[in-house]
């Protein structure tokens, strides 16, 4: 089986821009879609990006995904920067069996 | 509107057990898989079983394989999880998850229910 991992944490200001990594241990990212989360404290996970780079609807354009086989590795980047962005954000994908994986989370501050 | 509604949580003491449920609506139930995903206090998410669209084929993680047994009933649109032998480390919100086979994507969640495990 494969891990995600983020960083703990990333802090940045309001209308700049941030991207948070989620590297694959093991086989390649482009495998399996990447999904990313966001989760505010005391609410639900809920989808910012799916299948690597799909926004759902209601999600603002400020957030993109993309992955890169050279790292091995899935982003997040979120742009013009809003207090309300301030959240934990989690990467998903799945194994061979469709086993749920997920990163282990990137705390987010816009300060 | 797509609604998961958990229920089933609560306090047990170590090697005890409870039945978790999942009651889904607004959308046709046996399309879909179905997954559990716990959170312990502070901590961040982790897969822990799923089941496809009729019950045939199911998965664990290994944490809790051999102990956790879930299930579906499609005639009441609700999805189960069964938990035995609990352990302090199993403490966490259990959420249900909406799975989309095509792209691994939970994307509907519901609220969860909460399992204390202590003496």
């Known amino acids: 089986n494969f891990m995600l991992t983020q960083p703990h944490s990333v802090s940045e200001s309001p209308g700049k821009t941030v991207t948070i990594s989620c590297t694959r241990s093991s086989g390649s990212v482009a495998s399996n879609y990447v999904q990313w989360y966001q989760q505010r404290p005391g609410s639900s996970p809920t989808t910012v990006i799916y299948?690597?780079?799909?926004?759902p609807s209601g999600v603002p354009d400020r957030f993109s995904g993309s992955i890169d086989s050279s790292s091995n590795s899935a982003s997040l980047t979120i742009s013009g920067l809003k207090t309300e962005d301030e959240a934990d954000y989690y990467c998903q994908s799945y194994d061979s069996s469709n086993h749920g994986v997920f990163g282990g989370g990137t705390t987010l501050t816009v300060l | 509107e797509v609604q998961l509604v958990e229920s089933g949580g609560g306090v047990v003491r170590p090697g005890g057990s409870l039945r978790l449920s999942c009651a889904a609506s607004?959308?046709?139930?046996?399309?879909?898989?179905m997954s559990w995903v716990r959170q312990a206090p502070g901590k961040g998410l982790e897969w822990v079983s799923g089941?496809?669209?009729?019950?045939?084929?199911?998965g664990y993680a290994d944490s809790v394989k051999g102990r956790f047994t879930i299930s579906r009933d499609n005639a009441k649109n609700s999805l189960y999880l069964q938990m035995n032998s609990l352990r302090a480390e199993d403490t966490a919100l259990y959420h249900c998850?909406?799975?989309?086979?095509?792209?691994?994507?939970?994307?509907?969640w519901g609220q969860g229910t909460l399992v204390t495990v202590s003496s």
């Open positions: 089941i496809n669209w009729n019950g045939g084929s199911t």
């Open positions: 998850a909406r799975f989309t086979y095509s792209s691994g994507w939970y994307d509907y």
């Open positions: 299948e690597d780079n799909q926004r």
């Open positions: 607004g959308f046709t139930f046996d399309d879909y898989g």
